[in-house]
Structures are given as C-alpha cells and as structure tokens.
C-alpha cells in the first residue's frame, strides 16, 4: 500500500512542551512538505525539503524545526516558542523538481490541540 | 505578490452541476490544480491542469483555464452528496519551484 502516513491523528500537548509529529512515506518522492491549517484559512507553508539532509524555512517557520536524515521521513517538531500551535498539520511529498509534474499528495493530517 | 482566491462558500442542489471558481495572482504558474478536503482529513488531488492548456475532462469533473483572465473554474457535473467537501484552487509559484500557493477553499454543500 503506497502512501503517505501521520501519526498521530490527534495530540494534545500542556504549554511549555515541545511535541514532535511523524510523517512518513513509501512513494520514494523526493520532496517533503508540513503546512498548516487553521479553520477558514487555505494552507501555509511551514519547512519543505527538496532532498535528503536539506531542508528550507517556509512561510511560516518560526517556532517549528524539522529533520531529513531519511529519504522516507520528515518529522516536524512544534516547540514551546511557538505562540499558537493548536492547528491542524498536514505532511505532503511530490516526485521533485527532476520531474515535470511535480504534483503534492497529502497525508491525513495530525490535529494539535494545546491545553 | 502570489495570490489565489475563492469564494468561501456554495450551496447547490444535489444532481445539479457545482461550478468553483478561483483567480489568481502569478502568470508564469506552470500547473494549477484543485484538490477537495472531506472533514478531519488531508488534501486528495482531485485533478489538475498545465497552463497551456484551456480545458480537461476527466468524468464529471471538467476544469477550465482562462489564461488572459487568470480564472480557473471546476465543474462537478450531477453533483451528489458525496461532493460535500471544501475544495481548493492551488497554482505552482512562479518565484520558487518548490511552492504551492493555495487559495482558502470553498466549501460546498450538497441540499436535498
């Protein structure tokens, strides 16, 4: 089964604490993504990585810090500086740029929740 | 700057044809696309288009590109309840290969 897969659905994190979300995929896609969702709002984008021990900040990346030492997995750490994590995030992958259509496909998404 | 914008809501009655539009800001986008997001799930890529092109079909949804006037439109023909969902127009950036801009999404809704 080929996909792309987040864990866990649901977290609840206390304040202060740094929680991490996993993402992983099995399409041997280059390109990594995490974005998040707030209610009424389209997606921003948090990191991208376009290859394996590479990664650049995204439009929103303060408070957030990532990891590409797999080619399969890219996990999004959300710390204590971020000032509002209760969201939505969601994982994509793409082929990468060597690919004319370099088209994202989702996970089913982690919904953060801070108490 | 890049931008894409959707109206946020529709309401149609079911059987009849949805139409979605969205504009957009960047005129070097390579492809556009529209993915729909059920509740409580991530993005599914419903279908998407190259910027050369006017016009594709793929059963009943129909996607239109109007480049001069940076609108693309989908068409969900007999639209069922299953349709309910909220979708999004997303263009490549021109500026950086790597992004995706999304639009906010619409989301539609399916009456008796």
């Known amino acids: 089964d080929g996909g792309i897969t987040q864990s866990p659905k649901y977290l609840f994190r206390k304040e202060g604490q740094n929680v991490t979300l996993s993402c992983e995929q099995n399409?041997?896609?280059?390109?990594m993504y995490w974005y998040r969702q707030d209610p009424g709002q389209g997606l921003r984008l948090i990191y991208y990585?376009?290859?394996?021990?590479?990664?650049q900040k995204g439009d929103i990346a303060e408070g957030y810090s990532v990891s590409r030492e797999k080619k399969e997995s890219f996990p999004l750490t959300v710390t204590s500086a971020q000032k509002n994590p209760t969201a939505f995030y969601l994982c994509?992958?793409?082929?990468?740029?060597?690919?004319?259509?370099?088209?994202?496909?989702f996970g089913p998404g982690t919904r953060l929740t801070v108490l | 700057g890049e931008d894409v914008e959707q109206s946020l809501f529709l309401s149609v009655r079911e059987g009849d044809s949805s139409v979605i539009n969205c504009t957009y800001t960047?005129?070097?986008?390579?492809?556009l696309y529209w993915y729909k997001q059920e509740p409580g799930a991530g993005l599914q890529l419903l279908t998407y288009?190259?910027?050369?092109?006017d016009m594709k079909q793929d059963q009943r949804l129909t996607v239109l590109l109007n480049k001069k006037d940076k609108h693309l439109s989908l068409r969900i023909a007999d639209t069922q309840t299953g349709d309910s969902a909220i979708y999004f127009c997303?263009?490549?950036?021109?500026?950086?290969?790597?992004?995706?801009?999304f639009g906010s999404g619409t989301r539609l809704s399916i009456r008796p």
């Open positions: 399409l041997n896609h280059d390109a």
């Open positions: 990585s376009q290859i394996v021990n590479d990664f």
């Open positions: 960047d005129s070097s986008s390579t492809y």
């Open positions: 997303a263009e490549t950036s021109g500026s950086s290969a790597s992004k995706i801009i």
């Open positions: 288009i190259f910027s050369n092109m």
């Open positions: 994509a992958s793409s082929p990468g740029l060597a690919y004319s259509t370099d088209t994202q496909y």
